[in-house]
């Protein structure tokens, strides 16, 4: 069993920055590949980053890249998402997800958040 809780959202202008936090529970957090995703309402949940297990490969969807940061801390159980230069377009409720072994850009993970809201205003 994982349990992932993802904080951190909230209201933020265009062009301004949030961290988003995703805790997870158990002792093997190590072992699992950490996605990031994000669903705007009446629009299909999509990818925006993943992480490997140890940090050493990450993805970024196109519409985030240079802008969104991955990391994670083995230690603490917890992974980031450092999102600045935020556009009204990066409104969504945003999920962390854990996935056995490598990490993917597909939503083939074995465990998800229950989202946290993230409001671009411009």
């Known amino acids: 069993q994982v349990q992932l809780v993802e904080s951190g959202g909230g209201l933020v202008q265009s062009g301004g920055s949030l961290r988003l936090s995703c805790a997870a529970s158990?002792?093997?957090?190590?072992?699992?590949?950490m996605g990031w995703f994000r669903q705007a309402p009446g629009k299909e949940r999509e990818f925006v980053g993943a992480?490997?297990?140890?940090?050493?490969?990450?993805y970024y969807a196109d519409s985030v890249k240079g802008r969104f940061t991955i990391s994670r801390d083995n230690i603490k159980n917890t992974v980031y998402l450092q999102m600045n230069s935020l556009k009204p377009e990066d409104t969504a409720i945003y999920y962390c997800?854990?996935?056995?072994?490598?990490?993917?850009?597909?939503?083939?993970?074995?465990?998800w958040g229950q989202g946290t809201q993230v409001t671009v205003s411009s």
């Open positions: 997800a854990a996935r056995y072994g490598s990490s993917s850009r597909d939503l083939s993970y074995n465990y």
């Open positions: 158990g002792r093997t957090f190590s072992t699992y590949a």
């Open positions: 992480i490997s297990q140890s940090g050493s490969v990450i």
